[in-house]
């Protein structure tokens, strides 16, 4: 086992094919193999049991810790739209939270901002597909959301054209514009950086002046849990449907205090995120440090009778 981990890489350059790799039993063969005696080879087999067990466990706490920050991003985000600080509170009109502050009002989503979608000119048409200079979202962009760090989006993998544009549903919204997708990789968000057109995979909302797009944003994300469990239609993939996106309510603080939950949210995510980070590179590197023990254990280049990792030392 150790020794196929060990060459790993020699059996990749050797491999064929795009999709799948495939590698012969002729070139299997010609790939050499260091083969110690049978107790050297116990040695080394118990040495590095011992030693990745050490590791993986290291690891498996790493990872324990990522899952734990994922959790207190969430919650922290929950507490700031639903201003969980304040004690004079009321019951919730809103199916994703108990209470709201009594001084907060509780709105229909379409009362403070215009409702949108988009669509996809026809591909049939070669000529609404010339000189395309309209960003337009659509399931590609959901890569640059997933993780919920990038708020803003401001490139997208196509564009369309003026005329496609024209003889499509499709419309050009402005920049601000909040985008949610709805099939596929549903209840995902973002703000629109520049005017943009979107795929008929999106809903978007147009913010009038009571209501922040970046608030707004944080609210869509923190209530995605309530969207894909109960409105969210289908088995393999889901889809929010229109109508249940119009009946959606939202908390609404003043404007001002919009304003300071986003940047508190903000303040609290790039400490959280770069606890993520450092430990995602922690854990990159006590993956370096396990092939590396493994391949120069099974080689020779370490004398298991002496080593000593110094992992976790």
Same mark, same amino acid.
């Given at each position: 086992m150790y020794q196929l981990s !060990?060459?790993?890489?020699?059996?990749?350059?050797?491999g064929l094919g795009s999709t799948f790799q495939e590698l012969s039993g002729g070139a299997l063969a010609e790939i050499p193999v260091h083969v110690p005696p049978a107790e050297e080879q116990r040695r080394i087999a118990d040495f590095l049991d011992a030693e990745t067990s050490r590791i993986d466990d290291m690891s498996a706490l790493q990872r324990t810790t990522l899952n734990l920050l994922a959790e207190r991003r969430r919650a922290v985000l !929950?507490?700031?739209?639903?201003?969980?600080? %304040? &004690?004079?509170?009321? #019951?919730?009109?809103?199916?994703?939270?108990?209470s709201l502050p009594v001084r907060w009002d509780s709105?229909?989503?379409?009362?403070?901002?215009?409702?949108g979608s988009g669509h996809t000119p026809s591909r049939s048409r070669a000529d609404?597909?010339?000189?395309?200079?309209?960003?337009?979202?659509?399931?590609? %962009?959901?890569?640059?959301?997933?993780?919920?760090?990038? %708020?803003?989006?401001?490139?997208t993998r196509?564009?369309?054209?003026?005329? /496609?544009?024209?003889?499509?549903?499709?419309?050009?919204?402005?920049?601000?514009? &909040?985008v949610l997708s709805r099939t596929a990789s549903a209840g995902f968000s973002a703000v629109m950086g520049y005017d943009m057109a979107t795929s008929q995979d999106y809903a978007t909302w147009t913010c009038g002046p009571r209501l922040d797009p970046y608030y707004l944003l944080w609210c869509l994300?923190?209530?995605?849990?309530?969207?894909? /469990?109960?409105?969210?239609? /289908?088995?393999?993939?889901k889809t929010i449907y229109f109508p249940d996106l119009q009946g959606l309510r939202i908390p609404l603080p003043p404007? #001002?205090?919009?304003?300071?939950? &986003?940047?508190?949210?903000?303040?609290?995510?790039?400490?959280?995120?770069?606890?993520?980070?450092?430990?995602?590179?922690?854990?990159?590197?006590? !993956?370096?440090?396990?092939?590396?023990?493994?391949? !120069?254990?099974?080689t020779g280049q370490l004398d298991v009778t002496t080593a000593r990792s110094g992992v976790g030392a």
């Open positions: !060990a060459i790993t890489q020699e059996l990749q350059s050797r !929950a507490h700031l739209v639903t201003g969980a600080d %304040e &004690v004079n509170r009321g #019951p919730s009109r809103l199916a994703w939270t108990d709105v229909g989503l379409s009362l403070v901002a215009k409702m609404w597909w010339f000189d395309c200079d309209i960003p337009w979202i659509t399931t590609g %962009e959901v890569a640059q959301i997933r993780d919920d760090r990038r %708020e803003t989006i401001y490139e196509e564009k369309i054209s003026k005329l /496609g544009l024209a003889n499509s549903a499709a419309e050009l919204h402005p920049a601000g514009t &909040v994300r923190a209530m995605r849990a309530d969207l894909l /469990g109960r409105l969210a239609m /289908g088995s393999t993939h404007m #001002p205090e919009q304003l300071a939950i &986003v940047e508190a949210i903000r303040d609290s995510n790039a400490k959280i995120d770069e606890l993520h980070d450092r430990i995602n590179r922690q854990l990159g590197l006590l !993956a370096e440090r396990r092939q590396a023990l493994i391949t !120069a254990a099974v």
